[in-house]
């Protein structure tokens, strides 16, 4: 039987089946998120970037990013054409020009996964001149600041991604999942009143 043609207990007991099934989501479900998420990251002036996440009910869970950062002329502007409503992200677009503003746009900074794990605080961030004019020190003072900055883009990545995971785990989300791919069903009328 197709799905509308089961009975309330049934049709919850076809939902519960198809969400534990290892194969309703064996497919890569993120990759929109993750596309968004480099693209964001490459307007900020992030390149060679790779993502990571595990989730979403463990210890650890969470997401990271390794890649390259080099100052990205009018990210600022771009970043608010790209996601205008996205105001954390504005905040750090922001951030991030200010830093460089202090360091006359010398920044270069490093990202690299240092951990089993991936989350936010897995990686290492490493700055660095790029064109030697801002020495070790001076680029120091805004070592946290840019980890801060790096862990918050990885966190509103994850957040995102839980987000999606969260819905298409929704009985709304398997029951659409159901109906379109027209999955039918070999339940008795009354088997929801053995259950």
């Not at 600022?76 to 409503?85: D, E, Q, S």
């Not at 951990?115 to 070592?143: A, P």
Request: charged fraction near 30%; glycine fraction near 6%.
């Amino acid at each position: 039987m197709i799905f509308t043609e089961l009975n309330q207990g049934n049709q919850e007991r076809a939902i519960a089946e198809i969400r534990d099934n290892d194969g309703y989501l064996d497919y890569e479900w993120y990759k929109p998120l993750s596309e968004d998420f480099e693209a964001i990251l490459f307007i900020l002036g992030f390149y060679s970037v790779k993502t990571y996440f595990s989730g979403f009910s463990s210890q650890g869970d969470g997401a990271c990013f390794t890649a390259k950062y080099e100052y990205g002329k009018g990210s600022v502007k771009a970043i608010k054409k790209f996601t205008p409503l996205d105001d954390e992200l504005h905040s750090i677009a922001q951030r991030l020009q200010d830093i460089q503003a202090k360091v006359i746009y010398d920044l270069g900074i490093t990202i690299e996964h240092t951990s089993r794990y991936y989350h936010e605080k897995s990686v290492t961030v490493y700055l660095w001149s790029r064109r030697d004019l801002v020495s070790d020190d001076k680029l120091y003072e805004y070592d946290e600041e840019v980890t801060e900055l790096i862990e918050e883009l990885s966190s509103g990545y994850y957040k995102r991604l839980n987000e999606q995971y969260d819905y298409l785990m929704s009985d709304e989300a398997v029951k659409e999942h159901i109906i379109y791919n027209e999955l039918e069903f070999d339940y008795e009328e009354d088997d929801d009143e053995n259950n």
